[in-house]
């Protein structure tokens, strides 16, 4: 994954855990929108969120595994779920320091 500076805000380990969940759901969101939800036999996403030394390390994990084939290459969809989680993960740390 690629890394970005944004300053952190102050972030509890309880905010961590929350954020982590929902960036996995906004995630699932985001692939069913692109792919037949009965289509999908499979669906695994993490999101590991760690602070260390005042730097924010995100491990974003998807695998999927469809029961029938709809034309859409998984493994691209997986590596563009996993860009726009950062992406939504950023915005939410952007807000978090602005408050």
Not at 38 to 66: R, T, V
Request: charged letters at 35%; glycine letters at 6%; a negative charge.
């Amino acid at each position: 994954m690629n890394s970005v500076r944004i300053g952190l805000p102050p972030v509890s380990e309880e905010e961590l855990e929350r954020l982590a969940e929902d960036c996995e759901e906004y995630i699932s969101q985001y692939i069913m929108k692109r792919i037949p939800e009965k289509s999908i036999e499979n669906m695994f996403i993490s999101c590991d969120l760690a602070l260390q030394d005042g730097q924010l390390d995100a491990d974003i994990q998807i695998e999927i595994d469809q029961s029938y084939d709809t034309g859409h290459s998984l493994d691209d969809l997986a590596e563009e779920a996993g860009e726009a989680g950062m992406e939504w993960l950023e915005k939410q740390l952007m807000e978090m320091k602005e408050r």
